[in-house]
């Protein structure tokens, strides 16, 4: 087991910034707090077939040599440009395909259970909070509807005559779904679970996950609604949601209990032909090239990090404040400054410059947002960052613009939000390596581009115009002609700024002719 202990030391050592990024979400008090549990399980199923690791294929496949070679690539990019889900997928189909390279398919096939445990708690599922966090709104409004307990709904806010409740993404049950899931598939497998009944059990286990969520929410705003907001679980709901979690797992122990079928004593097995031995030679040029790749693949990434290192602060720092400058040449800074009511959320951001300004009688509001430097948890394009609050806001109406690659064909996204305040229209854009989108997925690709050029820096900027009487087209065109006034600006301050820079190197060239 020398080479497999070799392989595993290598694979946390290279590899330490996306699974320290794992074992940090694991360590949170969020939904993939059972993460480390799971990893230990998903260790321990290995471990009961061990026997398989013993003999790797004698082959040479160069199908799964391909996969694990492109999600190699794959990581190294998404490391670059801090893209944290693909980073973790990528590392995480890396290592299935390493295990067919080197053990064969079956081996993959063998180990399926405790792979699917380790799937199950990856920081990957975020993009669910939103959907089973609108579920969870309507399926609580409904059921306050049917029980006769009059109340508002806005957006995730629920007002009843007891108070205001908002139903956060930390409401939405994310992680009792994944808890419910991971025990589904280790009872399926432990309990000989087989059949159409796998997937019943399975989407039981899913449901019951869904309404002991919903039970939560709905009791803890009838007991808020009675005591006007002041009992204990209304404070601490997320233990309170534990509790109806445990209850709610009498009626799936039994039902795995009903559908288990008595053990089989079945032998497992091994992959080996009848005339494989212990003494056979075994083959791990496989993995001797696994190696050799995994280490040429984390000095890659090693040279990434330290470009950036030593060349994000010497490139382009000055762009962002450049446009808060174009902003206050076009707009006229406004002396009302109180009451923005715009709270957008960008985690680690180098600057958030955010003022009321003036286009002739019209008041605007104006974003700017810069990161520097690209890491994760504090990057430009992450799954936290809002650029309104989805609470107070939801957008009633949008226009897409374009997402062409040239910055002169390029239009913004112009979008109208509603909510108790009014309403609100936005039009926004990123920008990376001098070029802009408005979509999120082109503006890491800009990003990556940004890290070739040895320019880091990205930013968001956003203008906003409350509560105007004209139509939602009549608001958009007036931000469509701030933002080609902005663009304009730009495009004459870099003319300059190229200038300036052409008669400082002239001028240098001149007194270095001078001095020889």
């Known amino acids: 087991y020398r080479f497999i202990l070799i392989l595993s030391v290598l694979f946390f050592s290279l590899f330490s910034s996306t699974l320290g990024a794992i074992s940090a979400e694991w360590l949170e008090s969020g939904p993939y707090n059972h993460g480390f549990l799971a990893f230990l399980i998903a260790i321990y199923l290995v471990f009961e077939k061990r026997a398989l690791l013993e003999y790797p294929v004698k082959g040479f496949a160069v199908a799964p040599l391909l996969l694990f070679m492109c999600c190699g690539f794959v990581w190294l990019l998404a490391e670059a440009v801090s893209i944290h889900i693909v980073a973790v997928l990528s590392l995480y189909m890396f290592y299935i395909f390493v295990l067919a390279f080197v053990w064969g398919w079956k081996a993959v096939i063998e180990y399926k259970v405790p792979l ?18 609108d579920l969870s709104t309507v399926v609580t409004h409904q059921v306050l509807m049917l029980i006769d307990i009059p109340v508002l709904r806005e957006g995730y806010q629920l007002t009843v005559p007891g108070g205001r409740f908002v139903v956060e993404e930390g409401c939405s049950g994310l992680g009792f779904l994944l808890c419910a899931t991971l025990l589904a598939l280790l009872h399926i497998h432990l309990n000989n679970i087989r059949g159409v009944s796998r997937g019943t059990f399975f989407g039981f286990a899913v449901l019951l996950a869904l309404v002991s969520n919903w039970l939560r ?36 122990f039994l039902v795995a209990y009903f559908l288990s079928s008595p053990s089989l004593n079945e032998v497992v097995e091994s992959g080996l032909s009848e005339s494989s031995s212990i003494d056979e030679p075994k083959n791990w040029h496989n993995l ?31 762009t962002v ?51 520097d430097r690209q890491q994760q948890g504090k990057e430009l394009i992450y799954y936290e960052n809002e650029l309104f609050s989805s609470i107070n806001w939801a957008i009633e ?25 009014g309403t609100r229209s936005i039009i926004y854009w990123y920008r990376s390596s001098d070029l802009r989108t408005a979509n999120k997925v082109m503006a890491k690709i800009f990003q990556l581009f940004g890290i070739l050029q040895s320019s880091e820096t990205s930013y ?33 301050n870099q003319n300059y700024a190229s200038r300036d820079n052409l008669s400082r190197n002239n001028s240098m060239i001149k007194a270095s002719a001078e001095t020889l």
């Open 116 to 133: 699917l445990a380790v799937l199950l708690v990856l920081p990957i599922w975020g993009f669910l909070s939103r959907y089973l966090q």
């Open 217 to 252: 929410i709905v009791f803890i705003i009838i007991v808020g609604n009675a005591t006007n907001m002041d009992h204990p679980i209304v404070a601490d709901h997320v233990t309170f949601g534990w509790v109806v979690f445990s209850i709610m797992l009498i009626p799936f």
């Open 288 to 318: 001797v090239l696994v190696f050799v790749f995994m280490i040429v693949l984390s000095l890659s990434a090693g040279l990434v990090n330290n470009r950036q290192d030593t060349q994000i602060y010497t490139s382009h720092e000055d």
């Open 321 to 371: 404040d450049q446009v808060v400058l174009d902003l206050e040449r076009l707009l006229v800074p406004s002396p009302r400054q109180e009451n923005l009511a715009w709270q957008p959320k960008y985690k680690g951001a180098d600057l958030i410059s955010l003022k009321r300004y003036l286009y002739g009688a019209q008041s605007v509001l104006g974003l700017v947002v810069r990161y």
């Open 397 to 421: 109406s949008a226009e897409a613009g374009n997402h062409s690659w040239s910055d002169q064909l390029f239009e913004p996204r112009v979008i109208q939000l509603k909510g108790h305040r």
């Open 460 to 492: 968001l900027v956003a203008i906003a115009i409350d509560n105007t009487k004209a139509s939602f087209a009549d608001d958009a065109a007036i931000l469509r002609t701030i933002a080609d006034s902005l663009k304009h600006n730009h495009l004459v």
